[in-house]
């Protein structure tokens, strides 16, 4: 590829590994898996300068659903560059490249800045905000019994594209809900089916430091308040933190949970599960 933009390929992952820890702070063992179960499997781009890759953008495969609408998409993921070769424009060439990509095929753009004071940097390619995260915090309340069984990615899938099918969303193969699986339970979360309300809903989330975060799924506020002593307790977590849709949400603290280009301006939830 032209102007030092190529694919990345599996003699480049110690770099890669190099160029996120120094970027999201993530350790060595988390950036490897990343890489052990997604390498082949999505689009991971490059700026080289000298035959090394200094700056970085990952792309997962998604869609656009709106009713009977649909539109390819992609999710622009954990993109940034080693500190010694920033403001020399890499990064910018690479979402440079990727907008040249969706303008000349049509599909979408969007991805969750890594911090909301990167919101404008986007915003000088021609990404948008759109959808907003409502966050709500519990404490762990009465504990209780809960009716709880494991669920399968595909099961999983198919429970949250039906119920986030009222409105406009995002929806991921079956392949992403797999590693989003494998990365929650490296992680020591856990995905389930919970019964409430003679209703199944669904639920994925890990703890970390005594906080139990929910990353997604289809109970209410109300709802994960009331059973937030017997989540905590599963989880072995003395707080909780859920990220909900806006959609379905009026309370908690607002996030802007997506930027998009070259979409439809439709508050698109985008069901982030990798927050």
Known sequence: MANGIRAAEERDIPTLCEIW?????????YVRFFYRENLGRITTTVYEVDGKPVSM??????????????????????????????KNGYYGALIKYVTDYADSSGCVLFGKPATQRLIPYYDKFGF???ALFRVVSFPAGKKGPLEVRPV?????????????????????PDSYMEFC????????????????????????????????????????ARQLERISGA?????????????LPDRTCNEGEELVSS?????????????????
């Open 21 to 29: 820890k120094v970027c999201f702070c993530d350790n060595e063992d």
């Open 57 to 86: 953008l990952h792309w997962f495969d998604a869609e656009f659903v709106n009713g009977a609408e649909r539109r390819a998409a992609k999710y622009l993921y954990s993109g940034g560059s080693l500190p010694e070769y920033r």
């Open 128 to 130: 948008i905000p759109d």
């Open 152 to 172: 399968s990615p595909k099961e999983y899938n198919l429970m949250r594209n039906r119920a986030f099918g009222s409105f406009p969303h995002a929806e991921w």
């Open 181 to 220: 699986f494998a990365e929650n339970s490296f992680l020591g979360g856990k995905a389930l089916v919970l019964g409430l309300d003679g209703s199944e809903h669904f639920l994925i989330g890990s703890p970390k430091d005594g906080t139990l975060t929910v990353s997604e799924t289809d109970l209410s």
């Open 231 to 243: 989540l905590c307790d599963l989880f072995g977590a003395s707080f909780l933190r859920a990220y």
């Open 259 to 275: 930027v998009v280009y070259n979409a439809p301006l439709n508050n698109t939830y985008v069901n982030l599960l990798l927050i």
